[in-house]
């Protein structure tokens, strides 16, 4: 499927530096019963299926979105979604398990 390959990816590391930044947003694209049991600190929980026309508009006002799910599936779906419709959006690669794994922050 191409847009696992051509969805943009950002490292762990590089979305937790930019998410600091008020116009930026991070985006966790899983169920939220997997948000609650641990998500990446400040990120919104937009599941993938309610990724519709109204919640992409909302998104607009960020110059920036971070899209993680568990491993990068659902997020290179979503990333490629918001970039044909011209919001900059990058897929974190290795989804909240590298996240994790690097020790950045999670809330529960």
Not at 33 to 58: C, F, M, W
Not at 72 to 84: D, E, Q, V
Request: proline share 5%; aromatic share 8%.
């Amino acid at each position: 499927m191409w847009f696992f390959t051509s969805a943009p990816k950002a490292s762990p590391e590089e979305a937790a530096q930019k998410v600091r930044l008020d116009t930026v947003g991070l985006i966790d694209v899983r169920s939220p019963a997997e948000y609650r049991s641990g998500h990446a600190k400040g990120a919104t929980n937009i599941p993938l299926t309610e990724l519709d026309a109204s919640r992409v508009e909302q998104l607009r006002i960020f110059s920036e979105l971070y899209i993680i799910c568990h491993s990068g599936a659902r997020s290179a779906i979503a990333t490629a979604k918001l970039r044909s419709v011209g919001i900059s959006a990058f897929t974190v690669t290795g989804g909240i398990s590298a996240w994790q794994a690097l020790g950045l922050p999670i809330e529960q």
